[in-house]
């Protein structure tokens, strides 16, 4: 029969053991985070992918037009070469005034992707702000907020930017990028903050409560982090939505106005010219529709992967 001490001795040996098997197992069978498993997902994800790598191509070709039209000048113009089809010396032809559309098309990008990317960031940061206060502290501060949002809710998009571009002395990227994120905030800032009321309640927020962290803090620290995915995946869809917006002002003839490039100039120009040349309206048009389902494409990919009830 072996001696107690014995046995208690390959006890606690035993113990030891497996409390450092556990601790070294612990980083790999631990929870693992959201947006870890959500880029796992996302890398696979084909459709992500090809979102992805379009709206790069659109990114750069907006920042770095040159880039793609190896030195051609948009303004360059020969009347002597109106409305030229398509050919070898201009891959898209050339417009009523003679200059290579292509370089044209090229251009056009920067304008309608800066609109798009500035709006997103203006109506994500009045969003977040805005709906961050509603929920956390409800209350008095969510009623009035709440109310605010309606008044804005109940005016369209279009024709909220369209009234307040109609009176503008002057309708620039900047301004028209403004006039939606005035009226296009209204969405995140709902989404922020039913996000923000379903986890105030959280015991890791009242647990930060408990130990004395202020409301700007728990608030920054603990309940942000955990409530701006849904508001990203609108974000990413709604960057497309602003694209296409800003074309349909601009063609509807309040919009971005010459000399600036940009897709919806080119479809309001060529709307004229769709019987003689349609290919002043095809090209634009197919970048336009090519960019915004991009953007698209990825805010579905990542709606499905930060819900796994979806997948």
Known sequence: ??????RLEEAVE????????????APVIGQESLWGNAWR????????????????????????????????????????????????????????????????VVYGARSSVTIGL????????????????AGYFGGIADTVLARVTDIFFGIPLMLG??????????????????????FGWMTAMRLVRSSVVSIRGSEYVQAAQALGASPLRVLIRHVLPNAVAPVIIYAT?????????????????????????SWGLQ????QSLIGSSPYLLFFPAVFLSITVLAFILMGDALRDALDPKRR
Not at 161 to 182: D, G, N, P
């Open 267 to 270: 479809i309001n120009q060529a």
């Open 118 to 133: 500035l709006t997103m960031l203006g109506v994500l940061i009045i969003g977040v702000v805005i709906g961050s206060l």
């Open 161 to 182: 930017a369209l009234i307040l571009l109609t009176v503008s002395a002057q309708r620039s990227v900047a301004t028209v990028s403004l006039a939606l994120i005035v």
């Open 14 to 25: 035993g113990h030891e053991l497996d409390a450092a098997g556990a601790a070294e197992a």
């Open 41 to 104: 997902y996302l890398r696979t994800n084909p459709l992500f992918l090809l979102g992805a790598a379009l709206t790069v191509i659109m990114v750069v070709m907006a920042a770095f037009p040159r880039l793609f039209t190896w030195g051609i000048d948009p303004y360059d113009c020969d009347l002597s070469l109106s409305r030229q089809s398509p050919s070898a010396a201009h891959w898209f032809g050339t417009d009523i005034q003679g200059c290579d559309y292509y370089a044209n």
């Open 1 to 6: 029969m072996s001696d107690p001490n014995d």
């Open 237 to 261: 869809i709604s960057v497309g939505t602003f694209i296409a917006a800003e074309a349909a002002l601009t063609y509807l003839g309040i919009g971005l106005q010459a000399p600036d490039i």
